[in-house]
Every structure is written in structure tokens, then in C-alpha cells.
């Protein structure tokens, strides 16, 4: 983790953001324990702000404190990432839906430039740009609605879902699937397809729950659980 922090700025927020990041990315390990006295160390600040951010982090599920045992990294619930699932799927598809009859041709050649660039990073297999230009995908898309708060929600269902996204990639989910999958979606919005652009979208938000078994199976070590919330019995199999 880069330690740099901004005297300028709370340095909590900064602590969770950093430490959210590391989570997420896997740098910090499903499982791995934290100290509140190595964390301040490590950035240089007093034990409190971190304190602070260990309990913003508990309350965003990523991380779980333990009275006199000490602080973990929350492993991976297949049931948490289904159920965050859930949730982005039913508001990045409406997303979907609205920019398909929003787009203006600025937005269209914005998410042209940012699929160039997501195809240059999954030919070079850069899974970090990769990842960037995934967001920046997802978060244009959004950006061409204007609804802030929906973007939000989407930010808060991406902490449980973007672990297992770097676990799938690029094995259990080949990166240039994950381009088709995209180019559709802007395909759809392109030619102002409301209702191709939310099944595109759908399928595409889908595509997580086809690894998620073999993940789990694969690093038993980095999960809690392995059973599916009972909603995802309603997705057939063709539909995934």
C-alpha cells in the first residue's frame, strides 16, 4: 500500500479508501489480520483515525472486528457477493436502459475510447488496466443518466463483488469475454436499444455468478461460505 497521506485532508477517509483499495485488490488477503498499531505505523499517523477507519470498514462488510482477538479481513461470502449482485443488476440495468435513450453521440465516442483502451489492456493482459477501464466503462455509462446516488449504490455493491472479479481474472473469466460482453452493452446504446441494452447489461452482470462455484472450490482457504441466496435459483443456467 502506498503510504502517502494528504496533511490537508481527515486522514481517516484517506486510511479507508487506502485500506478499502488494498481489500478489494487482494493485496490485503481474505482472512489476514490487521493491527491498529502496525496500520499507524505503516502510514505514519496516530492509532485513532485508524480506529476510525477499522469500523467504517467493519460497517462496510470488508472488515471484522473481533473483541480481544484482534481485526481480519472479511474472506469472501459467495452469499454477500450473490446478494451485492442482486443489487447491481437491478440498478445498472435501469442505468442501461435510460442511456440507451440518453446517449448523445459525445457519450458514444467517450465509451468508443475508453473500449479501445480496455481491448489494448486485456491483449497486453494487464489485469490492473484491465480493471480501470472496466470501471471507467461502467461509470460512463452511468454518467450519461446523471443520477449520482444510483452510481453510489453501485460503488457499495462493488466492494464485495470486485474480489472475486480479480480472483476470476483471467482464467475462470477470460478477459476478452468481458469485452464482447461490453461491446454489446455499447453496441445497444449506440443504436438507442433501450431493451437490448438492458439484456446485455443483465447478462453481462451475470457472468460472475458462473465462476463463482469454481472459485470457490478452487481457494477454499479465502471463502466463508458456498451457498447461493435462494434468488439466484430464479437465473436459469442459459440465462447466466
Known sequence: MDPTLSLREPIAPQLVAKLRHAIVEM??????????????????????????????????????????RGTFVVKISVREVANARFVREAVEVAIARSAAAMAAPADIAGL??????QRDTAGREDIAGFKVADIAFHRAISDIVGCDYAWRIVEGARAQTDRMRILS???????????????????????????????????????????????????PDLFEDTDLPRHTALIAPTAI
Open 112 to 117: 468508443e475510447r475508453i473500449m479501445a483502451e
Open 169 to 219: 481474472l483471467p482464467d475462470a473469466t477470460p478477459m476478452g469475454l468481458l469485452v464482447e460482453q461490453h461491446q454489446a452493452i455499447l453496441d445497444a446504446i449506440a443504436a438507442a436499444q433501450p431493451e437490448a441494452a438492458e439484456a446485455t447489461m443483465r447478462r453481462h452482470l451475470r457472468e460472475i455468478l458462473v465462476a463463482t462455484a469454481r472459485l470457490a472450490e478452487r481457494h
Open 27 to 68: 493485496t490485503l488477503r481474505p482472512g489476514e489480520a490487521l493491527s491498529e498499531k502496525d496500520i499507524a505505523s505503516r502510514f505514519g499517523v496516530s492509532r485513532q483515525p485508524v480506529r476510525e477507519a477499522f469500523i467504517k470498514l467493519a460497517d462496510a462488510g470488508l472488515l471484522q472486528i473481533l473483541p480481544n
